[in-house]
């Protein structure tokens, strides 16, 4: 058909296991995280507080999931608009950007489907649980 593109986007279903994955981490190393996964439009798929978790949080690992819908891990992706004047002028002026670290592309066959974000403990932390929450797509 034409004007009709095909794409593939993480199912609710994956999204929930990822997160899953993220809290199992967060509870092993003992710090309340906020856990989103979005699709590849930056829509969220799912979510989970932990007990504890800031507030401010919520919000934050959303915003680092869309950031990274970029095809960057957040903790890369100030590196890369640094050099660039207009970049850095321009893209912290976005709603939803966020450019500290925890926040990973879900990619699968080359195509970014989504993306995970975490916040509520160090940058260290956010990245950890964030990475635990993408291992579930290499099992």
Not at 73 to 91: E, H, M, N, Y
Not at 121 to 137: F, H, K, R, T
């Amino acid at each position: 058909m034409p004007n009709v593109i095909e794409k593939n986007s993480i199912s609710s279903e994956l999204a929930q296991r990822m997160v899953d994955a993220a809290l199992v981490k967060a509870k092993a190393i003992g710090v309340p995280e906020n856990v989103a996964v979005v699709d590849d439009g930056g829509n969220l798929k799912a979510f989970a507080r932990m007990d504890g978790a800031p507030i401010l949080s919520i919000e934050i690992s959303q915003h680092k999931a869309y950031t990274a819908l970029f095809g960057f891990a957040t903790q890369d992706f100030f590196k890369f608009i640094q050099t660039d004047p207009s970049l850095l002028a321009g893209i912290p002026q976005l709603a939803r950007v966020a450019a500290y670290g925890g926040g990973l592309p879900i990619e699968i066959d080359g195509a970014i489907v989504g993306a995970i974000g975490v916040s509520g403990g160090s940058v260290q932390n956010d990245i950890d649980c964030a990475e635990a929450g993408l291992a579930v797509i290499k099992r």
